[in-house]
């Protein structure tokens, strides 16, 4: 009935398709069209009522479905119609332990999670101690800092004006001895220096020397008696 049905429609579509169309469909066309709008395919032949129990020691066999996690398949779709033996399905002793240690990993128990969160609020208030304690002891620090800080910037303040002080000397010799500015990178103004240095440095020696005498020779006074 369906077939006569999509027949009578085909012809209907053509007929409609040659009235619209310029050119005229052949008969050919037509009845190709009529062929396809009345195929009816065969049904499969399947028997899906009866249970399916791959034979594993025939060749043809898929390999896939000779594993164990087929036959858990199985199992699970046929009971024990299956012919699979239960036993044969639960994990050996290996698997066992390392799927125990994989739940105790990522599913450890309610105390272990406990005794963790526990630990590390233990090492989070350690550490904060620690950084409260180094920051407390930094702050004491700080005045004398703060004192070390002042007194070098004001050394360094005074020795650059010393600095300054001895080369605008430097200079101001240098030109009494040579009638003209000197350039303080030139040979000349380096030697200068260099003798300057030399006789200051004989100067200092001679002082102490001097001082070394003179406490040698000064009269050393007995302590007063008491008596």
């Excluded at 009578?8 to 579509?13: I, K, S």
């Excluded at 407390?136 to 910037?153: L, T």
């Excluded at 000064?218 to 008491?226: E, G, L, Q």
Aim: contains cysteine; aromatic residues 6%; charged residues 40%.
């Amino acid at each position: 009935m369906a077939a006569s049905i999509l027949s009578r429609r085909a012809a209907v579509f053509c007929r409609t398709f040659k009235g619209i169309s310029s050119s005229k469909p052949t008969n050919s066309q037509c009845g190709l069209l009529l062929q396809t709008a009345s195929y009816n395919p065969r049904p499969l032949k399947l028997n899906l009522r009866e249970k399916y129990i791959p034979d594993k020691d025939d060749r043809e066999t898929p390999e896939w479905q000779k594993t164990a996690r087929y036959d858990k398949k199985l199992f699970g779709r046929y009971g024990t119609a299956s012919g699979i033996d239960p036993a044969s399905l639960w994990p050996s002793h290996e698997q066992l332990d390392k799927i125990i240690a994989e739940e105790n990993e990522w599913h450890p128990p309610l105390e272990v999670m406990l005794k963790n969160i526990k630990i590390k609020e233990k090492e989070e208030t350690r550490k904060r101690l620690a950084k409260e304690k180094l920051i407390a002891a930094n702050m004491a620090k700080m005045p004398k800092m703060i004192a070390d800080w002042r007194r070098e910037k004001r050394e360094s303040k005074l020795k650059q004006k010393e600095e300054k002080a001895r080369r605008d000397m430097l200079l101001s010799q240098a030109r009494e001895r040579f009638g003209y500015a000197v350039d303080p990178r030139s040979p000349k103004f380096l030697e200068m220096v260099a003798e300057i240095e030399k006789e200051e440095k004989k100067r200092r020696k001679l002082v102490k020397r001097r001082l070394k005498e003179e406490q040698v020779a000064a009269p050393v006074t007995p302590p007063a008696d008491s008596s």
